[in-house]
T-cell receptor, first 116, second 111 residues
Framework: EAGVAQSPRYKIIEKRQSVAFWCNPI?????LYWYQQILGQGPKLLIQ????????DSQLPKDRFSAERLKGVDSTLKIQPAKLEDSAVYLC??????????????FGEGSRLTVL | EDQVTQSPEALRLQEGESSSLNCSYT??????LFWYRQDPGKGPEFLFT???AGEEKEKERLKATLTKKESFLHITAPKPEDSATYLC????????????FGPGTRLSVLP
């Protein structure tokens, strides 16, 4: 079974530039998450999709971050314009979804962003 | 506000030296507590789910336990390959399925 795919793995940009990350979840997984993990900290939820609808985006800085999940499959996370404090690893995770959750999220390897 | 704290921040053990990692939480209406392992440059990997106080789960050298306020991850006779960051996470309600992660404990097991 293929895992969660993310790209690019690494990205270096100047502040005020824009960047986009892509995620392809495990086939059939209804729920998709984007997490931000700053060095030395645990992952922090940015946005959660159930199919192609947003379930929770309360911690997404909407003035600069946007995310979409077209057709309930792939997702993109965009940052525009980037700030120095956006330097982090952006993790995508998926799960089968539904009301009963075993707690098993399947994570990709992440996209490491460095903002100079 | 839901909070998850973990201690210690970092732990160095000799191979074979057993120890425990702690995860404390303040969450109203806890629905589940989860342990993940994260290797450098990788995404977290699921280990255990615990739903109620008194529950225990085991996998190889790892054993997770849960009380009403905290969870412990016991590592028995660790090996160097157990070196990783161990994260715990809680979920407050099933509908949102919003996992709140702690900061993690960095474990180093020396040969």
């Amino acid at each position: 079974e293929a895992g969660v795919a993310q790209s690019p793995r690494y990205k270096i940009i100047e502040k005020r530039q824009s960047v986009a990350f892509w995620c392809n979840p495990i086939s059939g997984h209804a729920t998709l998450y984007w997490y931000q993990q700053i060095l030395g900290q645990g992952p922090k939820l940015l946005i959660q999709f159930q199919n192609n609808g947003v379930v929770d985006d309360s911690q997404l800085p909407k003035d600069r971050f946007s995310a979409e999940r077209l057709k309930g499959v792939d997702s993109t996370l965009k940052i525009q314009p980037a700030k120095l404090e956006d330097s982090a690893v952006y993790l995508c995770a998926s799960s089968p979804g539904g009301m009963i959750n075993t707690g098993e999220l399947f994570f990709g390897e992440g996209s490491r962003l460095t903002v100079l | 506000e839901d909070q998850v704290t973990q201690s210690p921040e970092a732990l160095r053990l000799q191979e074979g030296e057993s120890s425990s990692l702690n995860c404390s939480y303040t969450v109203s209406g806890l629905r589940g507590l989860f342990w993940y392992r994260q290797d450098p440059g990788k995404g977290p990997e699921f280990l255990f789910t615990l739903y109620s106080a008194g529950e225990e789960k085991e996998k190889e050298r790892l054993k997770a336990t849960l009380t009403k306020k905290e969870s412990f991850l016991h590592i028995t006779a660790p090996k160097p390959e157990d070196s990783a960051t161990y994260l715990c996470a809680v979920i407050r309600d099933n509908y949102g399925q919003n996992f709140v992660f702690g900061p993690g404990t960095r474990l180093s097991v020396l040969p």
